[in-house]
């Protein structure tokens, strides 16, 4: 066996780019920034976006280029969904950071007359605690900037919104996940084959730092030298034969098989909603299904997901995605008839 990579940094830290100009497939974001970044002429701003963007990275390296190492204490108040934020929050520790006057700068970086408040994950907010900002933000306007970041901009209250430069964040897409992840192995030593770096690729689904996270476990688990089956396994993802055989047992019209097959999946004890996703992947990518079939069992698997949520029971809901797939596959009435 391969000999196992030392383990100890957290690689998403390692390889988190320090300055904005080395955020990659984010041009526009890094071009405006760049931009005001020389001028030091920062309005608040709002990054959104789908997870594992760079949108955390951009808001930590403007903030660290604009004060450099020795400020970055005194001019930058860093605030996650695992701090406490609620209103009371709002109302002390964000409210008195914003009104302490600014010191003088340093020399060697631009250190504009302002503080920057850094909100991550904002839309896990409360619209309260979001509110209570709005006073904050306007009265303290002069000598503090907020950055916003978020997943979905539609959870942050428009007053807050409206303020803001919003710049979007969009899902990387497989190159440039491959070449940074390829870049990685060489820097970790790690061969990775092609196979398994499509792999990465599917998995992380334009996440940055899911990729980074996974191929730093299968290092980690399985050495240096790492295969497709290796990211599978550390990725939580179902094999596809297991989905392939539900869908095939639904095919052939007679619901015991279906039931079986079900039965089967759980007493495997595979995670439902994860066997829904690949099934919904698996569905839509068919060419032998009409668009109609698709529907129906796009439908189903929706109605599932949100029950499920509300903390439905796995197996009948996947029995009954399993009895709608079979229903639609072998063009049988969606209605269940009652006898
Ligand atoms: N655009 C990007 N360019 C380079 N690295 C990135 C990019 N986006 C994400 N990463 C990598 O993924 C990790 C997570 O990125 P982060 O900025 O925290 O994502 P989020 O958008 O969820 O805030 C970073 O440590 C970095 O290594
Ligand atoms: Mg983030």
């Known amino acids: ?12 830290e390692k390889y988190r780019p320090r300055q904005v100009k080395d955020v990659v497939h984010q041009e526009e974001v890094v071009l405006t920034l760049t931009n005001t970044l020389e001028t030091g002429n920062l309005p608040h701003l709002l990054f959104y976006g789908p997870p594992g963007t760079g949108k955390t990275t951009t808001a930590l390296a403007i903030a660290h280029q604009l004060f450099g190492p020795e400020l970055y204490k005194s001019r930058v ?14 109302r002390t520790k964000i409210k008195d950071f914003a009104a302490v006057a600014v010191g003088p700068g340093v020399s060697g970086y631009p250190c504009p007359p302002f503080k920057i408040i850094i909100l991550d994950e904002a839309d896990s907010m409360t619209e309260d605690a979001q509110n209570a900002l709005r006073r904050t933000m ?6 503090t900037r907020f950055c916003f970041i978020c997943n979905y901009i539609s959870r942050i209250i428009e007053p807050l919104a409206s303020r803001c430069a919003k710049f979007r ?11 940074r992840i390829q870049f990685i192995c060489q820097e970790e030593g790690l061969s990775l084959d092609p196979k398994a770096l499509e792999t990465l690729n599917q998995v992380s689904e334009g996440d940055m730092r899911r990729a980074i996270t996974y191929l730093q476990a299968a290092a980690r688990l399985y050495g240096s030298s790492i295969s497709s089956k290796n990211i599978i396994n550390v990725s939580g993802v179902i094999d596809q034969s297991v989905v392939c055989c539900l869908l095939e047992a639904c095919k052939t019209g007679f619901f015991d098989q279906a039931q079986k097959a079900v039965t089967d999946i759980i007493d495997e004890g595979y995670p439902v909603s994860q066997i829904l996703s690949q099934m919904y992947d698996l569905v839509v990518a068919n060419e032998d299904l009409s668009d109609l079939q698709k529907a129906q069992v796009c439908e189903r698997i929706a109605q599932a997901d949100k029950c499920l949520i509300d903390g439905a029971d796995e197996y009948l809901q996947i029995l009954d995605v399993a009895s709608g797939a079979m229903r639609a596959f072998c063009n049988m009435s969606q209605e269940c008839a009652f006898i």
Request: no cysteine; aromatic share 6%.
């Open 77 to 90: 108040l860093e605030l996650n969904a695992s701090d406490d934020r609620g209103i009371n929050v709002v």
């Open 138 to 143: 306007e009265t303290y306007s002069k000598v």
């Open 169 to 179: 964040f969009k899902p990387l897409v497989n190159n440039v996940l491959s070449s």
């Open 1 to 12: 066996m391969a000999p196992l990579v030392p383990t100890s940094q957290q690689w998403v």
